[in-house]
């Protein structure tokens, strides 16, 4: 049922609310496991810990370097799988959506590796590549590709009749037709494509750390549990979870740069 | 425009050459012997190895016994995510104060990984069972919930205003009006709370697990047996579709009587 948003010092109902269920939340937290101790440091860290873990991996390291090495590391292997994933896997999709006989000879061995979980791709890419960072770019390509690809089909079958026809009887062709038809047609889509790629590869490559690697914010993970310290799992999870939300943020930065016409902004 | 049959014949015809030039193509690297068959093991060896997984026991059981370990984990972890993410959407989309209170904590944890969950997953269930619910659980959530909420929201007012007139209270309301309105909505979230569900598992077998499809294919890793990893990877593929095959069935079910 709508409702009018009362306003409260210039900020709405909403966000009130909001800050104050985190701000309960940290409290309980903090009673929980500090003041009560009924849950022990040993199930999840209290607030004091989790800042001393902090302190330590963001200024002496943890787990072979220091948090923003990891955090670099981690960053640079999601763009490079995720870059080489939406180099190949838009034109593809375009490609597949455009000539319905490129889609008939591709689709059989799409179809065949599409439903493989990228995760379940990490062994193969370790028989294959080893432990180091090429097998990790590797599965992550692997997630990244399959959405990019079906995506940027779906734009470009989505392309309204006339607008094609329009094209064909206007004589556009060749590159002007893919650059000036087909990827403005397609790009609602190719964006959506391309923010699943994007939290696709970031979950694989948790994973792909988690399975084995020397840096990144997987391994802190692998490294934490191993030790048995909750507060710097705790870290790397937040940090995993900030750098998910900004990198899609960035995306959906650049979704509105490139596409000025839709005035409403898509979130994740 | 209905596609002649000469179409379809020439669409079959390119499908079966993408095929063949698929696995001509695999073949051809191995029998040039630029990969070792050990690391690129030929179609034929995986099918062959996949036979023989169902009666040679690896990693400690068949491959049925793996699979099957694996989807009690799954409908655990899945139940659990879909008990609780579409009332709790529903109900959202219903009283704005527990959406205002849910919203920034479900914000706030939606961007983890649901595999970052594993450490914690170990350290608060060990080696039992709750762990991989716990993973598939964060997989699957969001999407259910997410779905239910749009669902729930993306109502048209009207019904509610007459539902409002007739004097249907709120307990009402959100069983015989939101939730059937929400279907579409929810199913397709169900879908892809399946799909991430099942990547979850797959991904908590990997680390922590001594069962499983997962299990399976990480032990064929470390035996370096490729066809095992690759048998294993076809099986965790072909369950997932059936599962999402199931659902799209539900979802026929439950909107036979809608008319488009």
């Known amino acids: ?74 960053f640079k292997l999601v763009m490079m799988g995720f870059g080489v994933a939406v180099a190949v896997g838009v034109p593809l999709g375009l ?61 470009v079958r989505n392309i309204d009749k006339p607008i094609m026809e329009a094209a064909q ?56 549990a191993q030790d048995i310290y909750p507060a710097m799992i705790l870290i790397a999870m937040v940090f995993v979870a900030i750098c998910g939300a900004l990198s899609t943020a960035l995306l959906g930065y650049a979704e509105t740069k490139a596409m000025p016409w839709r005035s409403e902004r898509v979130t994740a | ?85 579409v009332p709790l959407g529903l109900l959202m989309g219903w009283f704005r104060w527990l959406d205002d209170v849910v919203t920034p904590l479900f914000d706030s944890v939606r961007f983890i990984a649901p595999v970052a969950w594993v450490p914690f997953a170990a350290l608060w269930f060990g080696t039992g069972a709750g762990g991989p619910t716990l993973i598939i659980f964060a997989g699957a959530f969001p999407p259910c919930l997410i779905n239910a909420y749009r669902g729930a929201k993306g109502i048209e007012v009207r019904y509610l205003e007459a539902a409002n007139m007739l004097g249907v209270g709120s307990f009402k309301t959100i069983t015989e009006v939101l939730l059937p309105a929400a279907i579409p909505s929810i199913i397709a979230g169900l879908r892809i709370g399946a799909g991430l569900g099942w990547l979850s598992l797959v991904g908590a077998e990997l680390i922590a697990a001594s069962s499983g499809m997962g299990y399976l294919i990480v032990k064929g890793q470390a035996a370096v047996a490729t066809e095992i990893v690759m048998a294993g990877m076809l099986s965790i593929g072909f369950v997932g579709v059936l599962i999402d095959v199931a659902i799209r069935k539900m979802e026929s079910f439950l909107l036979r009587h809608r008319q488009n």
């Open chain 1, 169 to 224: 009887m206007l004589g556009i062709r060749g590159f002007k037709f893919v650059t000036d038809v087909l990827v403005p047609g397609a790009f609602p889509m190719i964006f959506t494509g391309l923010r699943l790629s994007l939290q696709a590869s970031w979950t694989t490559l948790v994973a792909a750390e988690l399975v084995g690697a020397l840096y990144g914010l997987g391994s802190i993970l692998n490294q934490g």
């Open chain 2, 1 to 85: 425009m209905k596609a002649s049959a000469k179409d379809m014949f020439g669409t079959a015809k390119l499908s079966l050459i993408g095929l063949m030039a698929f696995l001509g193509i695999w073949y051809l690297v191995d029998l040039s012997q630029l990969v070792s068959t050990k690391f690129l093991p030929m179609p034929h060896e995986v099918l062959l190895k996949l036979i023989e997984l169902f009666h040679i026991p690896f990693a400690g059981n068949l491959l049925q016994d793996h699979m099957m370990a694996s989807l009690q984990r799954y409908f655990w972890g899945f139940g659990l995510a879909v008990l609780i993410g």
């Open chain 1, 1 to 74: 049922m709508p409702r009018s948003d009362t306003q409260i010092v210039g900020l709405s109902r909403r966000t009130w609310l909001g800050v104050l269920t985190i701000v309960v939340v940290l409290l309980v937290w903090w009673l929980l496991t500090s003041v009560t101790g009924w849950i022990s440091a040993v199930r999840f860290p209290p607030p004091k810990d989790v800042g001393e873990a902090f302190k330590q991996i963001a200024l002496q390291g943890y787990g072979n370097g220091k948090l923003h090495q990891h955090i670099f590391h981690s």
């Open chain 1, 95 to 155: 490609l597949m959506g455009y000539s319905r006989k490129a889609e008939a000879l591709i689709n059989p061995a799409f179809l065949l590796l599409r439903p493989i979980p990228p995760l379940a791709w990490i062994p193969l890419a370790i028989v294959w590549l080893g432990l180091g960072d090429a097998a990790k770019v590797l599965v992550i390509f692997v997630a990244a590709f399959v959405p990019s690809v079906i995506n940027s089909y779906t734009g």
